[in-house]
């Protein structure tokens, strides 16, 4: 059984999770009342590691194969002698709703002295710990009804819950809560995790999130195409190897970073900091000449130049290997001259904050660049509303990318990175990181990425996953509450040599 920190690398929609089930089944032969077991026994095994000294359980079963999961956990909890109260949804009488699997199920539970009732609305839950296996992955359209009122009673009280797959009302393919969704503790989902748990609202509802593939055979899953694929250490150590012993700072990169409007010199001397700190051989800075010598002072082994115009930016450009454009940027007569410069050369670049704004009225597509939106900024260079894009990132960083090229970064929970080919999730990440300046640190750790060597989606990717990790790093050393955007400068040396097991210690 896998956690959230070591969940696989590969993530599915909800129709090609349930095709991983039927090939389980029609292929593989394995009996789809044996694969409902071993789920049962997989949430029990959880509940018991989390709780082992439970005396009662209160199990809420829908009528499909997720509340046939839920049945054999009730019937495991009976026979270890537990009090177990089990409450059915749907139509009454609910033994006559089951079908298949979960109608097996029902009769094994029923053999072994499991006993049901109709939710009515009325009675209360007993049990110390409650297993929510209502509603499934197959769920469409807004929670209505009696889920509904179930759901919102079981959101307003103070026990724990583990959701059986997903919780009942989260949509699994976006992680749109629909209507009302369970706020579970602990969600175990099998065979395939599903993105939704991994993305928007999901990362609130579904609690400590675990997996465990039921046993199913390797092969099994050569034969589903992937959805998406989750940023690893892995990758990092892969795509990032150790430098040769000759290495001087011309082999590692120049980046040039452009920004600072007046009042806005902290977010471009930030990007430039994380693209030092990320491994930049050189770091430039041109930003407002009042900002110099603050700069300097913050960081002197950037090279910071004072640019009036776009003409001096354009000085600077035939030394730089990656631009990174926009961080305190502003919307100025000075910042126009600026992207003017930035949007017609041909360096590999990010842009970041202000500078996407210019993005729509430029109609030359980049495949070196790699932009890097949060949903209020995506939502503005579609022309969608902020909830639209959260409610549909998947298609919404597809939407990004086939009309700006290049690479598209979709920040937020969950952070998508999509090249048009394949899109990469990161799961790392935590609250502390609602904070100003975040955004630009992450920029500059692409352009040092992209500086190094990498293709722009591998350093796009690795460096939202090096920017989730030493943000987590962060957390668990002081806490969420009060991080700051410079307190993951040090860090990222640890993230990025593959040191972080040093620090935690």
Same mark, same amino acid.
């Given at each position: 059984?896998?956690?959230?920190?070591?969940?696989?690398?590969?993530?599915?929609?909800?129709?090609?999770?349930?095709?991983?089930?039927?090939?389980?089944?029609? =292929?593989?032969?394995?009996?789809?009342?044996?694969?409902?077991?071993?789920?049962?026994?997989?949430?029990?095994?959880?509940?018991?590691?989390?709780?082992?000294?439970?005396?009662?359980?209160?199990?809420?079963?829908?009528?499909?194969?997720?509340?046939?999961?839920?049945?054999?956990?009730?019937?495991?909890?009976?026979?270890?002698?537990?009090?177990?109260?089990?409450?059915?949804?749907?139509?009454?009488?609910f033994?006559?709703?089951?079908q298949?699997?979960?109608?097996?199920?029902?009769?094994?539970?029923?053999?072994?002295? =499991?006993?049901?009732?109709?939710?009515?609305?009325?009675?209360?839950?007993?049990?110390?710990?409650?297993?929510?296996?209502?509603?499934?992955?197959?769920?469409?359209?807004?929670?209505?009804?009696?889920?509904?009122?179930?759901?919102?009673?079981?959101?307003?009280?103070?026990?724990?819950?583990?959701?059986?797959?997903?919780?009942?009302?989260?949509?699994?393919?976006?992680?749109?809560?629909l209507?009302?969704?369970?706020q579970?503790?602990?969600?175990?989902?099998?065979?395939?995790?599903?993105?939704?748990?991994?993305?928007?609202?999901?990362?609130?509802?579904?609690?400590?999130?675990?997996?465990?593939?039921?046993?199913?055979?390797?092969?099994?899953?050569?034969?589903?195409?992937?959805?998406?694929?989750?940023?690893?250490?892995?990758?990092?150590?892969?795509?990032?190897?150790?430098?040769?012993?000759?290495?001087?700072?011309?082999?590692?990169?120049?980046?040039?970073?452009?920004?600072?409007?007046?009042?806005?010199?902290?977010?471009?001397?930030?990007?430039?900091?994380?693209?030092?700190?990320?491994?930049?051989?050189?770091?430039?800075?041109a930003t407002?000449?009042?900002?110099?010598?603050?700069?300097?002072?913050?960081?002197?082994?950037?090279?910071?130049?004072?640019?009036?115009?776009?003409?001096?930016?354009?000085?600077?450009?035939?030394?730089?290997?990656?631009l990174?454009?926009?961080?305190?940027?502003?919307?100025?007569?000075?910042?126009?001259?600026?992207?003017?410069?930035?949007?017609?050369?041909?360096?590999?670049?990010?842009?970041?904050?202000?500078?996407l704004?210019?993005?729509?009225?430029h109609?030359?597509?980049?495949?070196?660049?790699?932009?890097?939106?949060?949903?209020?900024e995506?939502?503005?260079?579609?022309?969608?509303?902020?909830?639209?894009?959260?409610?549909?990132?998947?298609?919404? =960083?597809?939407?990004?990318?086939?009309?700006?090229?290049?690479?598209?970064?979709?920040?937020?929970?969950?952070?998508?990175?999509?090249?048009?080919?394949?899109?990469?999730?990161?799961?790392?990440?935590?609250?502390?990181?609602?904070?100003?300046?975040?955004?630009?640190?992450?920029?500059?750790?692409?352009?040092?990425?992209?500086?190094?060597?990498?293709?722009?989606?591998?350093?796009?990717?690795?460096?939202?996953?090096?920017?989730?990790?030493?943000?987590?790093?962060c957390?668990?050393?002081?806490?969420?509450?009060?991080?700051?955007a410079?307190?993951?400068?040090?860090?990222?040396?640890?993230?990025?040599?593959?040191?972080?097991?040093?620090i935690?210690?």
């Amino acid at each position: 059984m896998m956690t959230r920190a070591t969940l696989p690398a590969t993530v599915y929609t909800a129709e090609q999770s349930r095709a991983l089930d039927r090939l389980a089944t029609d =292929v593989f032969g394995i009996p789809g009342f044996r694969l409902m077991q071993r789920a049962g026994h997989a949430v029990f095994s959880l509940l018991l590691q989390h709780w082992p000294g439970v005396r009662s359980l209160t199990v809420l079963c829908g009528t499909g194969n997720n509340g046939g999961d839920g049945l054999i956990v009730a019937g495991l909890a009976q026979q270890q002698g537990l009090q177990v109260q089990v409450l059915t949804l749907g139509q009454s009488p609910f033994v006559e709703q089951l079908q298949g699997e979960a109608l097996d199920a029902w009769r094994w539970a029923e053999a072994v002295g =499991v006993t049901a009732q109709p939710w009515t609305g009325h009675q209360e839950l007993s049990g110390e710990v409650i297993i929510d296996a209502m509603l499934g992955t197959g769920i469409s359209g807004e929670v209505r009804g009696p889920v509904r009122d179930l759901i919102i009673r079981l959101n307003h009280q103070a026990r724990p819950v583990v959701a059986v797959d997903i919780p009942s009302g989260l949509c699994s393919d976006t992680g749109q809560v629909l209507g009302v969704a369970v706020q579970a503790t602990l969600t175990l989902t099998f065979i395939g995790v599903k993105q939704g748990l991994l993305t928007h609202a999901g990362v609130d509802h579904c609690g400590q999130l675990y997996f465990d593939s039921l046993r199913v055979p390797d092969e099994l899953y050569e034969r589903v195409p992937v959805s998406v694929f989750r940023t690893e250490q892995e990758d990092l150590r892969e795509l990032l190897p150790a430098r040769p012993r000759s290495a001087h700072k011309g082999h590692c990169g120049h980046v040039l970073v452009v920004g600072g409007g007046l009042g806005m010199g902290g977010a471009a001397l930030m990007a430039a900091q994380s693209a030092a700190r990320s491994g930049a051989g050189l770091v430039s800075l041109a930003t407002r000449p009042e900002h110099v010598s603050a700069a300097l002072v913050r960081q002197p082994e950037l090279m910071v130049q004072g640019v009036v115009s776009g003409h001096a930016l354009q000085a600077l450009l035939p030394r730089a290997d990656v631009l990174v454009a926009g961080p305190g940027l502003g919307s100025s007569a000075w910042s126009d001259q600026i992207m003017q410069v930035v949007l017609s050369a041909s360096v590999p670049q990010v842009l970041d904050a202000d500078a996407l704004a210019y993005l729509p009225s430029h109609s030359v597509a980049h495949a070196r660049r790699v932009i890097t939106p949060h949903p209020g900024e995506a939502a503005r260079l579609l022309g969608w509303s902020v909830d639209e894009v959260q409610q549909g990132r998947f298609s919404a =960083v597809r939407s990004l990318q086939q009309r700006y090229g290049g690479v598209v970064v979709l920040k937020g929970a969950g952070t998508l990175t999509f090249d048009g080919d394949v899109i990469h999730l990161c799961s790392g990440g935590n609250p502390g990181m609602a904070s100003g300046g975040m955004g630009d640190v992450l920029s500059g750790i692409i352009g040092a990425l992209m500086a190094q060597g990498l293709k722009p989606v591998d350093a796009a990717r690795l460096g939202v996953y090096a920017h989730a990790q030493a943000a987590d790093l962060c957390a668990r050393q002081q806490g969420e509450r009060g991080l700051l955007a410079t307190d993951l400068l040090t860090l990222l040396r640890y993230v990025l040599n593959d040191k972080e097991e040093s620090i935690l210690v």
